[in-house]
């Protein structure tokens, strides 16, 4: 169980940064995340990180309270590996933008909330990495911290040692004030130096016994005055409890008679779509409460940890330079402490599986794309650092790749249609409910209606959401607010360079209640379609009885068939890249003209891809709503 302070709830709470080397070692680097965490540091500066390449994964120390930055992504080698690693604190309203104003895997540039944080390690008798800082403009608001390897009389009595007359005088040219006690040592051998410098008004540093890691550095902790917070985007409302969900249902049962009565023309459709979804947002947020991403500690760290570190802290206070038997079994016993700690951890939790979902708990790290934040993303030849930038970036790259240029300017020109497809008016409550609700519990859009939310409010709307479907269908009309979107950008799947556009994958968030309406009509279109012969009886997806396994079954006996009567087989492929973010609108219309589908269909499709809009939400931050011009649903796209 992890021993926390108590909060602070009189006055600001100073940004404090932890700062060690920890020499390579992984037991040294578990410990630095836990105390850190322990202490509710707000970054970790970590030089000499462990980190090992195992089955072409690139591993290193993680911890679920901090997310972790690292100047380089991937390595082969101790050649190639990080020097460096910076962990930012979640839950902490600290907005963190990775700069990388040079390549280096000595230095890691980090803009939090308005103040640069600097992780530098410089390696013995090689200059490379002061070479790369004392180019770097200093900007206002700075703090650059790490271990220099290098003696100056202004914070180490005596001689200049490794560059130390070059650090000094490159922090007097810069204004940088030394943060450290004067003659204070940072290492086991009495030498001074592991240093920080900024030229923030009230900061301090102080060598703290009581965050021992077990290397032979001691741990530097920095504070600085108070940063302002960041503006992060408000937590999701959460319902979880019986209790909730109760309450919940009695608040819509309580205004349902505020929905209205009219759905004949699109105002009545906006209107009576608006005070569903305003009922439903009213109700949950009066019944449940605003989701906190409150950081948690690592599940390993115990009580013997805690013990263990105390027994260092008082050995290390007895002989301050570390050096003696005491003090060397005390560093051991840490280690072996920390290390026996994970496994037994990892060895429980794997024999505490039970079920198919504690399978996937356990192995989820396995398939984890990543353990770092995204590194800066390089557009061109333009490099983009802030998150907002990267947000407009990726939506640049990948909804805007097309424009409504190429699309023809009259939709609804005379047409020689031979066949018209029958579609069916009427909209049956009992359709409705399977399109809705009988679906997995998906991501919800930017109103936060869940499909369980729907699920629970049923009885109470149900009506009210089968007269806005049957309305919708009837006059061909898709309610504004269901053409707002949420993109959010992950990354895709394998060994990927993040710093690309095109390793980052649009998702699409729109309203759970919207996307029943759109998965009602996709299915009937797709029913249609096989039935009247619309489609060509090869084409397989997104169409019912015709999946992906239907088809790696004919191709397999294609194969089969053409080897039997020993000839060559061949298969051709091809992927029309970003297919369902270029359907054109007008075109779309014609299309559907020329097939023979009912005028009421047309124009639903007309309005679905009209005045769309979409915010992207990337990491930490959601940019403003902007218009989309191409694009289709992949539900209404296969059909």
Known sequence: ????????????????????????????????????????????????????????????????????????????????????????????????????????????????????????????????????????????????????????????????????????????????????PIDTPTNAHGNTIDLAFSNIVLAQATVEDHLATSSDHFTLSISLPALTPAKLPKGKILLATDDELKRYTENIEAGIATI???????????????????????????????????????????????????????????????????????RRELRVVVRRAKRAYWRNLINGVQEGKDIFKVTRWLTSSGVFRPPPLQVGETIVETQTGKAEALRQATLERRTAADDISDPWIPVDVTTHIPFQADVPIEEVQDSLLRTGNTSPGADNITVRLLRTAWPAIGKHVQRLYQGCLTIGYHPRRFKEAEVVMIEKPGKRDLSKPRAWRPISLLSCLGKGLERFIARRL????IHYGVLQPQQIGALPKRSAVDLVAALIHDIEVALSRGMVATLVT?????????????????????????????????????????????????TPPSPLECGLAICLFDN
């Not at 105390?310 to 060397?328: D, H, I, S």
């Not at 797709?526 to 379609?529: E, L, M, P």
């Open 526 to 529: 797709a029913w249609a379609s």
């Open 260 to 330: 209205p009565v009219a759905a004949s023309t699109p105002g009545d459709l906006d209107l009576l779509s608006n005070a569903i979804i305003d009922l439903m947002q009213t109700a949950a947020r009066a019944a449940g409460r605003q989701s906190q991403r409150q950081p948690t500690g690592a599940p390993w760290w115990n009580e013997e940890c805690i013990a263990a570190v105390a027994e260092l802290r008082c050995v290390r206070r007895a002989f301050p330079l570390g050096f003696n038997y005491e003090v060397q079994t005390a």
């Open 574 to 622: 091809m992927d029309v890249q970003g297919a369902f973010d270029t359907v054109m609108r007008n075109r779309l219309i014609l299309r559907l003209r020329q097939q023979g589908w009912p005028l009421n269909l047309v124009k639903w499709a007309a309005s679905f891809m009209q005045a769309r809009s979409a915010a992207v939400r990337f990491q930490d931050i959601t």
């Open 1 to 180: 169980m992890n021993r926390r302070p108590r909060r602070q709830h009189r006055g600001k709470r100073p940004f404090r940064v932890f700062q060690a080397n920890v020499g390579k070692n992984g037991p040294s680097h578990d410990c630095a995340l836990a105390l850190a965490d322990a202490e509710r540091y707000e970054v970790i500066l970590l030089q000499e990180p462990w980190t090992q390449v195992r089955d072409s994964r690139c591993l290193t120390k993680t911890h679920p309270a901090y997310d972790t930055y690292s100047p380089v992504g991937t390595w082969e080698d101790n050649d190639t590996r990080p020097r460096v690693m910076t962990y930012v604190r979640r839950g902490a309203r600290l907005l963190a933008d990775q700069q990388r104003p040079a390549y280096s895997r000595d230095i890691l540039w980090l803009a939090i909330n308005g103040v640069t944080v600097v992780n530098i390690y410089r390696e013995p008798h090689v200059d490379t990495a002061l070479g790369i800082l004392f180019a770097w403009p200093i900007p206002s608001q700075c703090i650059i911290a790490g271990d220099f390897n290098a003696r100056h009389h202004t914070w180490q009595f005596g001689p200049s040692h490794g560059h130390g007359n070059s650090i000094a005088a490159w922090a007097s040219e810069n204004d940088l004030s030394l943060l450290n």
